[in-house]
């Protein structure tokens, strides 16, 4: 009994963490939708930096409350670790606004591949025959509920690489820091978001104008729009942390298979709340081979054999208390 309590126990801490990480994309996506579609700040970079603000504070609180130990991480991986991030953040926005929507979701489905690569070649990850399938009918559903038009251009592209791969790496590194250096979700967010909230807010004003013609400063702020900044910031908290415990306890390529789940859900309470226009059969038909996919991928990558690591030579430095 006593192994089947534990694995009931995981799957449970498992499964809380992912709907953790779903409510909280999914409340960010709308509450940001509204910041910047009805009140017009559409300064995305700047926003990030705050959110990474607010988190700073957040793991500041926490060490102060005594709820997270001092830990270390090396200020090499630190500074990779930022790079990639902050190269993610400002890749996607400038993929969005230089590509179709349908070619940025094409770019956002090859996190996938190149995740799996990543892993294959930097971990030695082996995949089974099934898992490898579940992921293709993951990508074909999400691809078929998702993509309209595509049409790209040299730079669209060029950003849309950078995007991919940038991101890919920064999720990469979550796991990998967490695993290495022994550290736990806090302890990796208190540090890394100091340093993605200096960077981004130095450096946000700044992309923010190039992109849109619009200084942050000049915004006519007012209690309705600060409110929505507020409650963007508080949720970017959960956000983050989400992230970082789903990456933490699964690994990349998996948080990116999942991940598509919340695609789905955007699109059905887009849906519910703001109309049936662009429900069709075509697009359901998507969001089932999606599901489908994922629950595919679920059952193969859990068997033994279905995900497996062909060397276990990862140096691991406990954590310094």
Request: hydrophobic residues 50%; contains cysteine.
């Given at each position: 009994?006593?192994?089947?309590?534990?694995?009931?126990?995981?799957?449970?801490?498992?499964?809380?963490?992912?709907?953790?990480?779903?409510?909280?994309?999914?409340?960010?996506?709308?509450?940001?939708?509204?910041?910047?579609?009805?009140?017009?700040?559409?300064?995305?970079?700047?926003?990030?930096?705050?959110h990474f603000a607010t988190t700073t504070l957040m793991t500041v609180i926490l060490k102060m409350l005594g709820?997270?130990?001092?830990?270390?991480?090396?200020?090499?991986?630190?500074?990779?670790?930022?790079?990639?991030?902050?190269?993610?953040?400002?890749?996607?926005?400038?993929?969005?606004?230089?590509?179709?929507?349908?070619?940025?979701?094409?770019?956002?489905?090859?996190?996938?591949?190149?995740?799996?690569?990543?892993?294959?070649?930097?971990?030695?990850?082996?995949?089974?025959?099934?898992?490898?399938?579940?992921?293709?009918?993951?990508?074909?559903?999400?691809?078929?509920?998702?993509?309209?038009?595509?049409?790209?251009?040299?730079?669209?592209?060029?950003?849309?690489?950078?995007?991919?791969?940038?991101?890919?790496?920064?999720?990469?590194?979550?796991?990998?820091?967490?695993?290495?250096?022994?550290?736990?979700?806090?302890?990796?967010?208190?540090?890394?978001?100091?340093?993605?909230?200096?960077?981004?807010?130095?450096?946000?004003?700044?992309?923010?104008?190039?992109?849109?013609?619009?200084?942050?400063?000049?915004?006519?702020?007012?209690?309705?729009?600060?409110?929505?900044?507020?409650?963007?910031?508080?949720?970017?908290?959960?956000?983050?942390?989400?992230?970082?415990?789903?990456?933490?306890?699964?690994?990349?390529?998996?948080?990116?298979?999942?991940?598509?789940?919340?695609?789905?859900?955007?699109?059905?309470?887009?849906?519910?709340?703001?109309?049936?226009?662009?429900?069709?059969?075509?697009?359901?038909?998507?969001?089932?081979?999606?599901?489908?996919?994922?629950?595919?991928?679920?059952?193969?990558?859990?068997?033994?054999?279905?995900?497996?690591?062909?060397?276990?030579?990862?140096?691991?430095?406990?954590?310094?208390?």
């Open positions: 009994m006593a192994p089947a309590s534990k694995a009931e126990k995981k799957a449970a801490v498992d499964a809380a963490a992912w709907m953790f990480n779903v409510v909280t994309s999914v409340g960010i996506i709308i509450v940001n939708k509204a910041l910047m579609a009805t009140y017009g700040f559409s300064f995305a970079t700047t926003l990030t930096g705050m709820y997270v130990q001092p830990s270390h991480l090396p200020l090499p991986d630190l500074l990779k670790f930022v790079v990639f991030a902050n190269f993610s953040i400002v890749g996607m926005n400038i993929s969005l606004m230089w590509n179709s929507v349908g070619f940025y979701q094409i770019a956002k489905l090859t996190m996938i591949p190149v995740s799996c690569l990543l892993e294959v070649v930097l971990d030695k990850i082996r995949y089974s025959r099934g898992t490898k399938l579940s992921i293709g009918i993951v990508l074909l559903g999400v691809g078929v509920c998702t993509v309209t038009d595509v049409s790209v251009n040299t730079r669209g592209f060029i950003a849309a690489f950078i995007a991919v791969w940038s991101t890919s790496m920064q999720q990469y590194y979550v796991h990998y820091l967490q695993r290495k250096y022994s550290l736990s979700s806090f302890n990796l967010l208190g540090h890394t978001a100091p340093a993605q909230a200096a960077s981004l807010l130095l450096l946000g004003p700044f992309l923010d104008y190039w992109l849109t013609n619009a200084r942050v400063d000049r915004y006519d702020y007012k209690t309705a729009s600060l409110i929505f900044i507020f409650m963007s910031c508080t949720i970017a908290v959960g956000t983050n942390l989400s992230q970082f415990i789903c990456i933490g306890r699964f690994t990349a390529v998996s948080f990116q298979v999942l991940g598509h789940m919340k695609t789905i859900l955007v699109l059905i309470m887009g849906f519910f709340f703001f109309g049936k226009e662009g429900l069709n059969l075509h697009v359901v038909f998507g969001m089932v081979i999606a599901v489908v996919g994922m629950i595919w991928y679920g059952n193969a990558s859990s068997k033994p054999g279905g995900k497996e690591r062909r060397s276990h030579s990862l140096p691991t430095n406990k954590t310094e208390t």
